[in-house]
Nanobody
Framework: VQLQASGGGLVQAGGSLRLSCSAS????????MGWFRQPPGKERMFVAA????????HYTDSVKGRFTISRDNAKNTVYLQMNGLKPEDTAVYYC?????????????????WGQGTLVTVSS
């Protein structure tokens, strides 16, 4: 599956953005999807994930209550709604596809990645 992320930009602290990740390929609904982020000079880190049918979601502690992951399998798209953004949320955000519903927190298990979209939160 091929992925393309979009929706990043510059926003003030407290603002909101919605990231989208569009997938090509007929087997999209067979993949769990995840969002990761990579701040400048740091490693790629888990943000959120959603299972194949959207029935289960997972978040890293720092975004719980602020970010929401969702998916629309009819549109082959996964979203990350980000509210209450903070300067520490500044990073390149990547979407990934995982052919299994386990180990969703670990980037090394993902099968495909989008190109990344930059989110910058100013204070």
């Amino acid at each position: 599956v091929q992925l393309q992320a979009s929706g990043g930009g510059l926003v003030q602290a407290g603002g909101s953005l919605r990231l989208s990740c569009s997938a090509s390929g007929r087997t999209y609904s067979g993949y769990a999807m995840g969002w990761f982020r990579q701040p400048p000079g740091k490693e790629r880190m888990f943000v959120a994930a959603i299972t194949r049918n959207g029935g289960s979601t997972h978040y890293t502690d720092s975004v719980k209550g602020r970010f929401t992951i969702s998916r629309d399998n009819a549109k082959n798209t996964v979203y990350l709604q980000m509210n209450g953004l903070k300067p520490e949320d500044t990073a390149v955000y990547y979407c990934g596809a995982r052919s299994s519903g386990v180990n969703l927190h670990y980037s090394r298990y993902y099968n495909s990645w989008g190109q990344g979209t930059l989110v910058t939160v100013s204070s």
